[in-house]
């Protein structure tokens, strides 16, 4: 438990934030703290704690309505995430958003907090590919919830003509150029027959959460456009490869999504070191 008085933003997250943001990042990490104080006090919250996160500061705390989440992040495209999260709520795949705040240098968004919350990542063993369906279902044919946001094809391109990519996974490097130019192939395939559409974007084990043993919980989108079959992609290209083509062809059945079109998304995100 962390006292009000200890609240800070972590020293990885703080040079992670720096890092990836320079102009903004400092003056983020100067004032978040200070920020976090007032939503606590507006939320009557209580009994804070830090969360685990890279990109932003992200605490947890008691309210008279229940625990809620406080997240901060000085990303230019938080707006973008505000959007996503509120539009994947409503489709009660993501937690309740109750309020966002944008500042100068940042952006807040106050949500119900996911319990237990135990990230797919750190379970030690899988949820039934059954409910992976149940959670991404309801994405399947929502239009993208604003005609403004980035589209996921632009995202992924930067990644792929990115020489010096520095927002990279733990221990990999910059994929080969004949990987990343097949890829860029890939992706103009895949843009060829694409309708934008609601898309979480980001639907790795980290960031999908359980509220039970087979019920999923999506948090921290990465606001942008795109399509379901780029989220099943993402959801099935950490799992181990026992596991993996049996799963990919179960969800390619039962969402209704073209096999082959996941297979080039998950060769993408590959060579994109999603």
Known sequence: MTNLAQLAVPEGVRQQVHRRWPAVGPAWSAVVVDELHELLAEHHATHPQVMPARYGLVVSAD?????????????????????????????????RLHQVRTTDIGIWTVMDRVTPGIPLGDLTEPPTPGAIVEMLQPLADQPAPDADLPSIFHWL?????????????????????????????????????????????????????????????????RGTSGELAYDVAIAVSKLDTNTFQSAIAFLSKELRVDLDRIYSWVSVAKAARV
Not at 66 to 80: A, K, Y
Not at 173 to 188: F, M, T
Request: aromatic fraction near 2%.
């Open 63 to 95: 309210t008279p309505t229940g625990p809620l989440v406080f997240r901060s992040t000085p990303d230019p495209d938080g707006g973008h995430q505000a959007t996503v999260s509120r539009a994947l709520a409503k489709l009660g795949v993501s937690p």
């Open 157 to 221: 391109r930067g990644r792929l003509t990115d020489d010096h990519l520095n927002d990279l996974p733990r221990g990999r490097s910059v994929a080969p150029l004949p990987e990343r130019s097949q890829a860029i192939i890939l992706l103009d395939e895949l843009a060829q027959s694409h309708i934008p559409s609601l898309c979480h974007g980001d639907a790795s084990p980290w960031n999908i959460l359980t509220k039970h043993r087979d019920h999923l919980s999506l948090i921290d989108p």
